[in-house]
């Protein structure tokens, strides 16, 4: 069975064309902010494990769930010493989004966290860069059942090798794939119908 990402999860729920080219045609590039993303993960993962106010703060955490499929490396992971009670904690370059992608990587992370210790995981917390503030995150059950369903559909899309067509909206713009993705040359390219024009004026 192949193991994906958590990162994946994010990818796929921003955009599932995005997914696809990164984790089965192995496509990237770096823009600024991609840049600064990678600065802020390299700061937070370089932090040592460190304990404050009754609450242990754990680095880089490496986590997996062989039932479900995944495995990632965590920015934090919080535990409150006397409850032994577990928070994960992603930090992001940005700010909140319209989107789910976040709530649903930071809920694999959980579910990760459960099938590992054995502990409800109730809840975690998402810290933007941009907004310089912490959301949090209740894992409820609608949020679980999203994410449990973007992990099938993740596996299914990579098993197939397919790509989707590119489908552009405003999010393209901060999407360091837009120039290999090219999604409004392709959405333009008529020349399919074109070809399925000429063939229905030759039977006529």
Not at 58 to 71: D, K
Not at 82 to 105: F, H
Request: aromatic content about 6%; charged content about 25%; hydrophobic content about 35%.
């Amino acid at each position: 069975m192949r193991i994906i990402s958590l990162s994946a999860l994010q990818h796929y729920a921003f955009c599932p064309r995005q997914c696809a080219l990164i984790h089965n045609e192995q496509l990237w590039a770096e823009n600024f902010l991609t840049a600064q993303g990678n600065a802020l993960h390299e700061r937070v993962d370089s932090g040592e494990p460190e304990t404050r106010k009754g609450v242990r703060f754990e680095r880089s955490v490496h986590v997996s769930a062989e039932q479900l499929g995944i495995s990632g490396i965590l920015d934090m992971v919080e535990c409150e010493i006397q409850t032994g009670k577990l928070k994960p904690v992603e930090y992001k370059r940005g700010k909140p989004k319209p989107k789910l992608s976040d709530e649903i990587q930071l809920c694999a992370q959980a579910l990760c966290l459960e099938e590992m210790t054995g502990k409800k995981v109730e809840e975690g917390a998402l810290w933007y860069m941009q907004t310089r503030h912490r959301h949090p995150v209740i894992f409820s059950t609608e949020l679980r059942e999203k994410t449990l369903q973007v992990i099938n559909e993740v596996k299914t899309l990579l098993e197939s090798g397919i790509t989707p067509p590119p489908n552009y909206s405003k999010s393209c713009k901060a999407c360091s794939l837009v120039d290999l993705c090219q999604p409004k040359l392709l959405e333009r390219d008529k020349s399919g119908k074109y070809v399925v024009g000429l063939f229905n004026e030759q039977k006529n």
